[in-house]
């Protein structure tokens, strides 16, 4: 297979959490293969995600699912130009597991190595296979993270604010408990809410007034649990209507002020809580009403895969930027490491 040194076939690994997924990118939107191995089943007995078998998990997944993605792409490793992985945030033993495996695969086959920030992959994964990143407010929302984000271009970020608590994923998936809903919280509370009734409970929509930009989710998930405990006889429809609606609420108004602050005309939503479409619907009406421009996320990209890590190794092949292979997985990457600047 001829290689192009314009659109480099890259193969890309992801195991920050309960995940292990495998894509193959061929430039900036050649989508040749985006396999995703979801550990939930393993994890649901434990009532969270536990590190270890997290780690045992992707130790066994990830050389058949590299080998099936290369299958579905119809190449051979040979035809690879890079090998790219997660190095952070994330859990350390699943982390090492994607990365030592990416990291080998380069050593081996003398490739460029692109260690990638799991979070610049959501910030990107709007604008999946576009040569241009426009100027936008990202707003990221996850089950380990909640970001505001002004993306001038790819490279130059600048937080404008974040969660101090919670993560708007992470208030889905303990309200969800506390419903007694399976783990992942946040579809089973988007398919409760439908039926719930508007307004017969109203919920802290906690530092929504408040003049910055960060969030704070933990009271919300506090208020659901009292609330339940006063009235254990209360509807679990209308409150995770209620609990949708204030979350909601915050995201909105707290991504329309960013976009005002920032002067920017757009609105990038990424994360896995960017599939709820309650939460699209009201962005796009307020967003509109502002005349703000929004872009979500195909579902496929916006829970943890590889297609957009591999979007962001193919941004770095572009700019020259490998990562050498001593580079240590970071569990506690922030946000920071993005180098983030005007
Ligand atoms: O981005 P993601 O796959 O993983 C992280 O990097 O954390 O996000 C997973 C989170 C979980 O908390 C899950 O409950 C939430 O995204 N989520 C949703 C929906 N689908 C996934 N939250 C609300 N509504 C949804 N439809
Ligand atoms: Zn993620």
């Known amino acids: ?134 100027e936008h407010v990202g707003l990221v929302v996850s089950g380990g993270h909640t970001l505001l984000v002004h993306v001038r271009r790819f490279g130059a970020y600048r937080l404008l604010g974040r969660t101090l608590d919670d993560a708007a994923g992470e208030a889905f998936d303990k309200t969800a408990k506390l419903l007694g809903l399976p783990y992942p919280g946040g579809p089973e509370i988007e398919k409760l809410a439908r039926s719930g009734r508007p307004g017969r409970f109203t919920l802290p929509e906690a530092m929504r007034g408040s003049g910055n930009l960060d969030f704070s989710f933990s009271g919300l998930k506090t208020a659901v649990r009292y609330l339940l405990e006063k009235q254990p006889d209360a509807d679990r429809a209308d409150v995770a209507r209620a609990f949708q609606e204030a979350v909601t609420s915050v995201l909105v108004q707290k991504s329309l002020r960013a976009a005002r602050q920032a002067n920017v005309g757009r609105i990038a939503v990424s994360g896995g809580v960017g599939c709820n479409r309650f939460l699209q619907d009201a962005l796009q009406r307020e967003a509109t009403a502002a005349g703000l421009e929004v872009c979500f996320t195909p579902n496929a990209l916006s829970t943890d895969n590889a297609a957009m890590i591999a979007f962001v190794a193919a941004w770095r092949a572009a700019s020259g930027h490998a990562s050498g292979l001593d580079e240590e997985v970071r569990p506690n990457l922030s946000f920071e490491w993005l180098g983030a600047s005007d």
Do not use: W
């Not at 001829?2 to 992801?14: C, G, I, K, N």
């Not at 191995?37 to 997290?54: D, I, K, L, M, N």
């Not at 035809?79 to 992985?85: E, F, Q």
């Open 1 to 134: 297979m001829q290689t192009d040194a314009s659109s480099p076939t890259l193969l890309a690994v992801e195991s920050s959490c309960d995940e292990t997924a495998v894509a193959v990118l061929r430039g900036f939107d050649g989508l040749l293969a985006s396999e995703v191995a979801s550990q939930v089943a393993e994890h649901a007995r434990f009532g969270g995600v536990v590190p270890e078998v997290a780690s045992r998990n992707h130790l066994l997944t990830t050389p058949p699912l590299v080998e099936r993605a290369l299958g579905t792409a119809g190449i051979a490793l040979s035809d690879l130009d890079g090998v790219a992985a997660t190095l952070g945030p994330g859990l350390a033993p699943a982390l090492l597991v994607g990365s030592s495996f990416a990291k080998g695969l380069a050593l081996g086959r003398g490739l460029p190595f692109y260690g990638i920030n799991h979070m610049e992959g959501h910030l990107l994964s709007p604008f999946f296979g576009r040569r241009e990143i426009p």
